[in-house]
């Protein structure tokens, strides 16, 4: 297969929301997403059935700033919600449910799902999580790899500002993440590979499809990828944020650091690739302990709050931040960082009410209210 990497704007986006449709008694979630999709005739196509008829996922169109994803992602999320309530249903952002068991979602009926399901077996029908996805707009398919490979290192960064999957089928996990885990329970999942060049990725993704380990690069199901049909970057590090204004804050960083590193790319900065082991530790120590953990450094000789790492980033990004006109939106990082993500809201709004059906309504409408407030 000739994989073509389809021209784009540089630093476009594209984001999509995966969001979970919830019962207002009984606060579980609600098979109700064909029901919404068809009252959404308006928006036909941006919202789009997922894997369990719980869940819907919202894409923005191309977006040439982060202003056009911000109006693009309130006035639409409103629309939703106020499709839901026709139904009876209310709609809120975590990357996992708290308690609603993973055995009574039904699968949405689409011969894509249907065969993912018979492939994957129980995989897939735990795969009851939600995140954050981002497509940032790159040149060419060789500046996408140079661009991914040096962007790596700072994935478990993305991840500890989005951890909000806390609980599990009712239990408190330990972790903060805990979707990152059921995650990599998929076949091609987890962490990519560093790839030499374009060439080395095209063959690796042609083995997989000559050998019918996929039928589709969508099964490609790394925490971040080439896309070469939108001719983008893909970040699927991200657990579902608490908030749209977390959504935006985290995705301004995706979009300073893809900039970042790719004006380094075209200036021939060198790059020396922190070990994999590294990476790879680091991802585990923020889905487990969130931002209260610290990070291995780049060269491997020691360890960095993950405060202070995410702060590094903010300092390297910040010219790129400043010629973009993003800083009102790269501001909510540090905004998270001082309030804290969703998985440290879950657990604290949980201590206090001692009830997660409590915490998913609170939850929903502090989302509602948001939304709302927005769109006035």
């Not at 026709?86 to 996992?96: A, E, I, K, P, Y």
């Not at 903010?314 to 001082?338: A, F, H, N, P, Q």
């Not at 604290?348 to 509602?368: F, H, I, P, T």
């Amino acid at each position: 297969m000739n994989l073509e990497f389809k021209p784009s704007e540089p630093l476009t986006l594209g984001i999509e929301l995966e969001i979970q449709l919830i019962d207002p008694v009984t606060l579980e979630l609600k098979h109700t997403s064909t029901e919404i999709i068809e009252g959404l005739k308006g928006i036909e196509g941006t919202v789009k059935h997922e894997f369990f008829l719980s869940n819907l996922e919202l894409n923005t169109p191309v977006c040439k700033t982060m202003e056009e994803a911000e109006r693009w992602v309130y006035e639409e999320l409103g629309l939703v919600m106020e499709e839901a309530r026709r139904h009876d249903t209310l709609v809120w952002f975590s990357g996992t449910h708290p308690f609603s068991p993973w055995r009574e979602q039904r699968l949405t009926d689409k011969p894509r799902y249907r065969m993912l399901a018979e492939r994957l077996g129980i995989v897939s029908r735990r795969f009851n999580i939600f995140g954050l996805h981002v497509h940032v707009g790159i040149g060419d398919g060789q500046k996408c790899i140079d661009v991914m490979n040096r962007i790596l290192y700072y994935l478990p960064h993305l991840l500890a500002l989005s951890v909000n999957s806390p609980f599990w089928e009712g239990e408190l996990t330990g972790l903060h993440s805990y979707r990152t885990k059921v995650l990599e329970n998929l076949p091609i999942a987890g962490l990519p590979f560093y790839f030499k060049d374009w060439d080395e990725y095209k063959s690796v993704v042609n083995t997989y499809l000559v050998t019918e380990t996929i039928t589709t690069i969508r099964e490609i199901w790394w925490d971040m990828r080439p896309h070469p049909d939108f001719g983008t970057l893909e970040f699927r590090i991200c657990d579902m944020p608490l908030t749209v204004k977390d959504v935006l804050a985290i995705t301004s960083l995706i979009q300073a650091l893809v900039r970042r590193t790719g004006r380094d790319v075209d200036s021939g900065i060198p790059y020396r690739r922190p070990h994999s082991a590294i990476i790879r530790e680091n991802k585990w120590r923020a889905a487990r302990y969130g931002l209260d953990g610290r990070f291995i450094t780049a060269d491997g000789k020691g360890t960095v709050p993950v405060r202070k790492a995410i702060e590094e980033v903010l300092s390297m990004v910040e010219e790129d931040v400043r010629e973009m006109g993003t800083k009102r939106y790269v501001d909510g990082v540090m905004d998270i960082l001082s309030t804290r993500t969703g998985s440290y809201i879950q657990m604290e709004e949980y201590e206090k009410e001692g009830n997660l059906k409590a915490v998913v309504r609170k939850l929903s409408q502090r989302l509602k209210e948001e939304v709302e407030a927005w769109r006035k």
